[in-house]
């Protein structure tokens, strides 16, 4: 080899320039990032997928003594909470800096897999202990998720002078549309028209929903945290499986819950509302949108079942809501 030869790299000096390199491309990042404890991963699937892992946040910084760094793709989601430390957008390049380098990145909801297209794996438990478990947390759970609002939140919440509720009919503009999930907008039209004379009742959810005879129409109008100042505001709400199920008890609202037989509520509800379902021997099938059996499970609810539950919730507004727990 000629004097002016360079050396050829070891394998390990490659790897350490290698490693110099990524530093130089993600040190911004790795600022941000929590390097030397637990961050959370909450940006998985739909908005009440991140929702939900505020239950896996509190409980890891009750376990740490700390604030948690999360990663969120709905930070509305996460304001006033005291359980989240630095919040961070949810994106490609934080999650690759947080990966190359090793970090304690949790990701509480990755617990659930497609079976087929159609039909997603059942959980053994609730899904936020399935989600606890899959972020590597044990002991004692609280099956709820958290959000915070302020008072003036509050207040703007309060949108009827008079006795009000809250009501969602179709889950038709989630990011995830599950059909299995859906009523009808005819049986929510039938439960508003029971009602409208006890209560004022708030329509909430997109602006693509079919609106309802005598109801507040906030339609679109409302943000998330809007959404759950309305819900915080409201006697209850009323509808299904989704999103503004989770956002109601996270703001200590409790509801009914048209579930049906797709999932039950011990795998995804909670025991302070009142959970319609049905047990046909298809369920619960954890099946989207495909049915060989007609939705059964569906149409064996009436309106005559909503307005029933309603008079066994209406007598427990106001007290304290009781929260299920699990030991892992």
Known sequence: MSASASPVPTPFLRRWWRRLYWLRRDWANLKRLDWWGPSVFAGFGGIGDELLATCFIRELCSRIGHPVTTLARYPELFLRNPDVG????????????????????????????????????????????????????????????????????????????????????????????????????????????????????????????????????????????????????????????????????????????????????????YPCNENLFSKPPCAPCWRKSKCDYGHVCMTQITPADVLAAVERLHPRVGQPIETDTVDL
């Open 86 to 269: 630095r919040l961070l957008p949810a994106n490609p390049e934080i999650i690759a800096t947080a990966t190359t380098w090793g970090t304690d990145l949790r990701r509480p909801q990755e617990w659930q897999s497609d079976i087929t297209d159609d039909r997603q794996s059942p959980p053994q438990r609730h899904i936020l202990a399935e989600a606890a478990l899959a972020g590597g947390l044990h002991g004692h759970i609280q099956l709820r998720p958290w959000l915070h609002l302020s008072a003036e939140e509050l207040a703007a919440g309060r949108i009827a002078n008079g006795p009000q509720i809250a009501i969602h009919s179709t889950g038709g503009a989630a990011r995830y549309f599950f059909l299995n999930k859906e009523w009808g907008v005819a049986n929510f039209q039938q439960v508003v028209d029971a009602l409208a004379g006890r209560f004022q009742i708030i329509q909430l959810g997109s602006a693509s929903d079919a609106l309802l005879r005598g109801t507040i129409d906030r339609r679109g109008a409302c943000t998330l945290r809007g959404s759950a100042a309305v819900l915080a505001a409201s006697e209850f709400f009323i509808g299904q499986v989704g999103l503004l199920m989770h956002l109601a008890r996270s703001v200590e609202t409790r509801a009914v819950i048209v579930f049906g037989g797709r999932e039950f509520p011990d795998q995804s509800g």
